[in-house]
């Protein structure tokens, strides 16, 4: 039941979420929640929105993406102000049916997939990088580098191939050649064969760390070197402990940082670690521009009636600390946030790009024979 407002006092704003508190996913998703409860307290400090307090209800889909659809009908029955996403593409997949059904706003902070926007949903809006960004960044590298061809290499699963396809379509467009997308099984772990298919200036890989250091491996092994390899999850510390020195100038993606010099973050990381005695992840992240997104968009409808918030939406830009928020205002998915790519330099990872988020410049990737032993 939602609480009758002390006499006098306008109601509160309920803000209405499902997020994985129990379940396989409660653990990835913790950081989401408590960003959103401490986003709710920024809010209020700052006296709410228009003139009211804002109440976040937080409820438990259980890791149960088919009980996340149940819990947002159940939000909208109740009659909950505003939505935010869960956590996981497949959980917002069944919130945004109940919302599209209900003809309401629902801000995707966690569901990355393509699917999830694949039927231009009209009332789903994404403050979370899509799945499409992971590669933006390593093309402009490459593009800037003069690099003219690229071998693309994933791990047959659904969310890495949709960031595989979607780099392989954007390297396309700006003129570097690519073949087709090849796909490695989940065991493989000997990629020698790949060598000799992929003799190109680029190597871009999407996968886990494991996958990452086999491939340092069979590259070293066979004294290959191209002109430069990308590893999306080599700044994961897993990768750098497996290979050692040589997951230098290996490049790779970072979504979000205590450290980046994105909108607010400072301010955020400082308010998150205080309050959890942690530094906020990538999830924390998210929660907290779903958070910021939402607010900008009442403040600036200067109401809650959803079909302003839906237009509002569909044509704001603003920022938040992942990045920019701007969406393609036919699907909702988002087109401005997108990960850093970074460089292990010295066993840290260092970005080289985006420009203004830079903290080292681009080194080339050399042959194994010119390696010399860091002291």
Known sequence: MIAL??????????????????????DLAADYGKALLLWQDEVNALGGLLGRRVELRLL???SDARRSGDLYAELIQDKADLLIGPYGSAATIMASAQAERARRVLINGAGP??????????????????????????????????????FILARADHAVQEMAESTHERAMKLGIDVGDVQAYGAGDSNFASYVYKGSADAWIVFGEPRDAADIVRSLKKLAYAPRLFFARSAADARFIRMVGQDAEFTLATKEYDPKFRTFGNQQFAAAFEARWSAAPTFAAAQGHAAGTVLAEAVRRAKSLEQEKLRATLAEMETDTVLGGYK?????????????????????????????????????????????????
């Open 5 to 26: 407002p002390a006499w006098g006092q306008p109601p509160p704003i309920i803000v209405g979420a499902a997020v994985s508190q129990t379940g396989a996913l409660s």
């Open 327 to 375: 969406v393609d205002p036919q699907t909702g998915e988002q087109r401005a946030a997108r990960p850093a790519v970074v460089q292990i330099q010295h066993g840290k990872p260092q970005v080289v790009w985006p420009e203004w988020l830079q903290s080292s410049t681009l080194q080339p990737y050399p042959p194994w024979s010119e390696r010399k032993l860091l002291e």
């Open 60 to 62: 438990d889909d259980e």
């Open 113 to 150: 997939s393509l699917a999830v926007h694949k039927r231009s949903p009209r009332y789903l809006f994404q403050s979370t990088m899509s799945n499409s960004a992971y590669g933006v960044g390593v093309v402009e590298v490459a593009k800037a580098a003069g690099i003219t061809s690229a």
